[in-house]
């Protein structure tokens, strides 16, 4: 069902989604809809969720900090670009904008959880040399999190992802200069 209404919001938009589209397109009753969401913005609020970053553990896996770097961002403006249809549905609907709201800090926990780590892996490579002496682990964190969204967005707007900064162009922002590591 989560797929099901991610796919709806990806290819026809909020104003296609419906309990009965869901349905048919996941092939189950629309009663189990609402057995398990409720309705349809509890449906949605579960789409939001389930859409956060799953980024495993960040651990030295043998390739380089640069390529691990690379992978982490690339994961993450793939996740974004994939999210954002769910996100612009959010936007787009007011009832569920204001149930996000009223959920506070709980609909943030999983982003500042990806954010806390990525942290703490930036603090980790900052300390052992790998990166920029004296770069702030959550402001690059975030940096990062952030130039990987806006790739997405630019994308998804229509932006041809030639004119974007790379992926790699990010990653060597952190990175030392030859001979200063």
Sequence with gaps: MLAATAEILRVDGIARLSTKEVARRAGVAESSIFYHFGDKH???????R??????????????????????????????????????????ADGELRR???EGGRQYCQAPLSALDRITEHLSAEIEAGRLRPGLDSRTAALLLLGASYQRALHVYMGCPAEVLPTVSDLVDALLPEPGHA
């Design 42 to 48: 509890e449906l949605l609020q579960a789409v939001v």
């Design 99 to 101: 149930r996000m709201a």
């Design 50 to 91: 389930a859409q956060t970053p799953e980024l495993a553990e960040l651990r030295s896996t043998g390739g380089s900090l640069r390529e691990g770097l690379i992978a982490l961002c690339t994961t993450l403006e793939e996740h974004y670009a994939r999210s954002l249809p769910v996100l612009t549905a959010v936007q």
